[in-house]
């Protein structure tokens, strides 16, 4: 009966690790939904000036699915562009001791690291909803709205990112993404 008992208490002890471990980074979902919740509560997104009857597809169901595809999309291309994974993560306490911590663990130069490229990302990211908000017409077609609501969609992951609990515990490493923390005796701790 014993036996029992600790195998039951192991096993609720490993699933409750698991869904820890899964709630410090968003899932593709939690993206989705955050972009789907929030969608136009702090702005306007620009919708087509044509009249409804004249459009070929719903355009609400076009524009959110653009929302929500962009705000997974640095996700996916983290895996397949290069010098993307650091721009998920920005670390506020980095500093010259982390750096200089980091530089041993890893066997770097320090000039080779940084507190992540999130702020840089996100600047990025307004930037080119700015250009292609300048480009629009009164002739402007669904497809190039869609690919503004896009463009919000990838720009809201990356504050997503940053509010999720481990990425604000990494550092940039020549392009790549760590995650760990300085322990109290000054040294690097892999996440």
Known sequence: MRKIRKL?????????LALIEDSWSWPLGVHRSLAKKNAEKCVDLPRSNRKRCDLLVDENTLLYNSLMNGSVAP???QYTKKGESPRHAYNPGFNNSMAE?????YNVSKSSINEGLARTAIA????????????????????????IWNQFGVLSHYPADIAAPLHVY???VDGKY?????GSDGKWLKG
């Open 8 to 16: 039951v208490l192991v096993i609720i002890l490993i699933l409750n």
């Open 75 to 77: 996700d996916f291309s």
């Open 101 to 105: 911590s980091v530089s041993n663990f």
């Open 124 to 147: 990025a990211e307004i930037a080119k909803i700015k250009d292609l908000l300048s480009k629009q017409t009164c002739n402007s077609t669904q497809e190039d709205y869609a690919r």
């Open 170 to 172: 990494s550092v940039n």
């Open 178 to 182: 760590h995650e760990g923390d300085v």
